[in-house]
C-alpha cells in the first residue's frame, strides 16, 4: 500500500490531478459554510433539527448539513442529480433523448447541456422554495420581504451553479467523478463529529461496552458486505471469432466476457424508496391534520410496518431503475455488430432473452441485499438505543461505491504510466519506417 501511495504522488500527472482535487474540494467546503445573508442560524437549526425524517432531513445529508445551515452552497450538487436523473427517465420514455444518447459525443454534448439549463431551472424552483419555508420560521429572518426571497433565490441559484461548475472540473482536471466526490465528502463530514460524540457517551458509562462493540462490528460487517457486493458481478462468456485484418493476416479468436453487475442499480433503489417512504412525515411536519400525523407515526423507523414497506420499495426500485439503465437488447445488437456471441446462443433476439433472463435472476439478490443494508442499521441503533451515531445504507454505498471507483481510476492511472515508462526506457528498437514517426 506505501508503494502504491508513494508512486501516486512520484507521478507528476497524478500529483497535479490530487492536488487540483483536494483544491477544488476545499473550495466547496469552504462555501459549505458561508451562511447566506439574512438569517439567524441559531433558531434555523433549533427548528429544522426536528426535521430529520423528512425530506428535509435526508436532503441536508447529502448537502453536508447545508439546509440546516443556510449555506450559499445549501443545494448543494442535488439539482445537477436531480436534473440528470431525469433524463435518465426520459430516455425510456421519449425516443428523441434515447437517440441523443446513442450519437455518441455531440449527443452526449446536446445532452449535457440541457442537463444544465435543466439544473438552473430546478435550483431556482427549490431556492424560492427554500427562501418561502424559511420565512415561516418565526425570528429566523431577520429582514423578511421580497428583499430577503430574491436575494436569497439569486445567491442559492448562484451557489449550486458553481458547485455543479466546480463538480465538472474535478471530472474533467482531476481524480474521479466530480459530482460524486462532491457527494462523498458532504456525507462523510459529519462522520467524525459522530464518533467523538458517541465515545464521549461511552466514557459517561451512557451507552455499554456490548452495545459500543455491536456498533463496530456492524460497521466493519456492512462495509465489507457493501465492497463486495459492489464488486459482484456475473460474467457472461463472450466468444470473438477469427478475423481477416490488414494484409492478409488473421486474427484469432479471442475469449472474453460481459460482467452484468449483481447491484446494477447502485444506490438509487434507496433514494426513491427513501424519498417515498418519508412524504407521510414530511406533510406532517407541515401541517396539523391528525390523521396524517397517525400515518407519520405507523412510518417511523421504529415498527414493522416501517421496515417491510421500506424494504418493498426497495425491490421494487431495484428492478424498475435496472431496466431503465440497462438494455438487454442493445447489448445484443452491440455483440452482433462486433461479430462477438454466447456460446450456445442464437445471436440478436435469442441473446438479448438469454441476458435479460439472467439480470432477472441476479437482481433478485441484489434487491435483497440493497434492503438488508439499508434496514440493518436501524435494527442495530434500535436494539442498543445509540443515538448519536447515525448511518444509513444510503450514505454508506455512496461511501463505498465512490471510494472504490476512485481507487480504481488511480490505478488505471499508475498503470498507464508504468506502461508509458516501460516503452520509453525498454530495449525494444524500431525498425524500418517507424524511426520516422
Do not use: C
Not at 420565512?135 to 431577520?142: E, F, K, N, T
Amino acid at each position: 500500500m506505501d508503494n502504491w501511495i508513494g508512486k501516486l504522488w512520484r507521478s507528476p500527472e497524478v500529483r497535479e490531478k490530487l492536488t487540483f482535487t483536494v483544491f477544488i474540494l476545499l473550495i466547496y467546503r469552504v462555501g459549505a459554510h458561508i451562511t447566506a445573508p439574512g438569517i439567524d442560524v441559531n433558531i434555523l437549526q433549533q427548528q429544522t433539527g426536528q426535521l430529520g425524517n423528512t425530506l428535509f432531513g435526508v436532503y441536508d445529508m447529502f448537502t453536508g448539513g447545508g439546509l440546516s445551515r443556510a449555506t450559499i452552497f445549501a443545494l448543494g450538487i442535488m439539482p445537477y442529480i436531480s436534473a440528470s436523473i431525469m433524463f435518465q427517465l426520459l430516455a425510456a420514455v421519449f425516443p428523441t433523448v434515447e437517440k441523443l444518447q446513442k450519437e455518441g459525443d455531440e449527443g452526449r454534448k446536446k445532452l449535457t447541456q440541457w442537463t444544465r439549463y435543466t439544473t438552473v431551472a430546478l435550483s431556482a424552483i427549490q431556492a424560492y422554495g427554500y427562501a418561502m419555508f424559511l420565512q415561516s420560521i418565526p425570528g429566523a429572518i431577520r429582514t423578511p420581504g421580497v428583499g430577503f426571497i430574491f436575494t436569497t433565490v439569486l445567491a442559492l441559484t448562484v451557489g449550486a451553479i458553481f458547485v455543479m461548475w466546480l463538480g465538472e472540473q474535478i471530472t474533467e482536471r482531476g481524480v474521479g467523478n466530480g459530482m460524486s466526490l462532491l457527494i462523498f465528502f458532504s456525507i462523510i463530514e459529519g462522520f467524525p463529529r459522530e464518533l467523538v460524540s458517541t465515545w464521549e457517551l461511552y466514557r459517561l458509562n451512557q451507552i455499554s461496552t456490548l452495545a459500543l462493540v455491536a456498533l463496530v462490528l456492524v460497521l466493519v460487517g456492512v462495509t465489507a458486505a457493501v465492497v463486495a457486493m459492489t464488486m459482484a458481478a456475473r460474467k457472461i462468456p463472450v466468444q470473438i471469432p477469427r478475423k481477416v485484418v490488414g494484409r492478409g493476416r488473421i486474427q484469432e479468436g479471442q475469449k472474453s466476457f460481459v460482467p452484468l453487475r449483481v447491484n446494477s442499480a447502485g444506490v438509487m433503489p434507496i433514494i426513491f424508496a427513501q424519498s417515498f417512504i418519508i412524504v407521510p412525515g414530511t406533510l406532517a411536519a407541515f401541517s396539523s391534520i391528525p390523521w396524517l400525523q397517525g400515518l407519520a407515526d405507523i412510518f417511523q423507523p421504529n415498527n414493522w410496518v416501517y421496515y417491510i414497506t421500506y424494504a418493498i420499495l426497495i425491490l421494487f426500485f431495484t428492478y424498475f431503475y435496472t431496466a431503465i439503465i440497462f438494455n438487454p437488447v442493445d447489448l445484443a445488437e452491440n455483440l452482433k455488430k462486433q461479430g462477438a456471441f454466447v456460446p450456445g446462443v442464437k445471436p440478436g433476439a435469442r441473446t438479448a432473452e438469454y441476458i435479460d433472463r439472467i439480470l432477472t435472476r441476479i437482481t433478485l439478490p441484489g434487491s435483497i441485499y440493497l434492503a438488508i443494508v439499508a434496514l440493518l442499521p436501524f435494527w442495530i441503533f434500535d436494539i442498543f438505543g445509540i443515538t448519536t451515531f447515525i448511518f444509513g445504507g444510503t450514505s454508506l454505498l455512496i461511501v463505498v461505491g465512490v471510494g472504490l471507483d476512485t481507487v480504481q481510476q488511480l490505478q488505471q492511472m499508475l498503470m498507464v504510466r508504468h506502461y508509458d515508462g516501460f516503452m520509453k526506457k525498454g530495449r525494444v528498437k524500431m525498425r524500418g519506417r517507424q524511426r520516422y514517426m
